[in-house]
């Protein structure tokens, strides 16, 4: 039998209770323990870790309440301190940059699917709302690279880096 609903399908490590009857799974979502007693029973209640694998951070160089990282299947997170509240954006989270100059201006990469394909593609957000993702790949194609990071230039704002497949 497989994941419950709302229990993340990557599993990583497991490991079983010294009586045999209990066995511990960890994937990109948390910990989680079954028991076997004739049918094979979930413990939700022991899965309170808010685990998150973050691949990468930045910080605004402005506000240090203000940041956004790129995580292992769970998309860009980034918090807001106006609404002192995280936010999170669909699908694999890559590289993170903030402009410098205004720590409303935030910029990623995402994994997700493009034209059947999975792909990296370059997005930004203007403003403190959770709304407002745009793909801003301007000329690069989304890049099937694993993953695609991003750097701001902080001497020339909003210049970004990034690679896709074998270009700069």
Do not use: C
Not at 44 to 68: C, D, G, K, Y
Request: proline share 5%; glycine share 12%.
């Amino acid at each position: 039998k497989g994941p419950i609903e709302g229990q993340h399908a990557d599993f990583h490590a497991g490991g079983w209770s010294q009586d045999g009857k209990t066995a511990w799974y960890a994937n990109d979502g948390g910990i989680y323990a079954t028991t076997f007693d004739k049918k094979w029973q979930w413990n939700l209640e022991f899965n309170n870790l808010p685990i998150t694998q973050f691949v990468s951070l930045a910080v605004s160089r402005t506000n240090p309440e203000v940041m956004i990282g790129g995580t292992q299947d769970n998309g860009l997170v980034y918090y807001n301190d106006k609404v002192k509240k995280w936010f999170y954006y669909y699908g694999d989270g890559g590289g993170a940059a903030i402009d410098p100059n205004n720590d409303e201006k935030m910029y990623g990469t995402i994994g997700a699917l493009y034209n059947d394909n999975f792909n990296f593609a370059n997005v930004r957000k203007f403003g403190p709302s959770a709304a407002g993702w745009q793909e801003i790949n301007l000329g690069l194609k989304p890049s099937g690279q694993w993953f695609r990071l991003i750097d701001m230039d902080y001497n020339n704002p909003p210049t970004l880096f990034t690679q896709t497949d074998n270009k700069l």
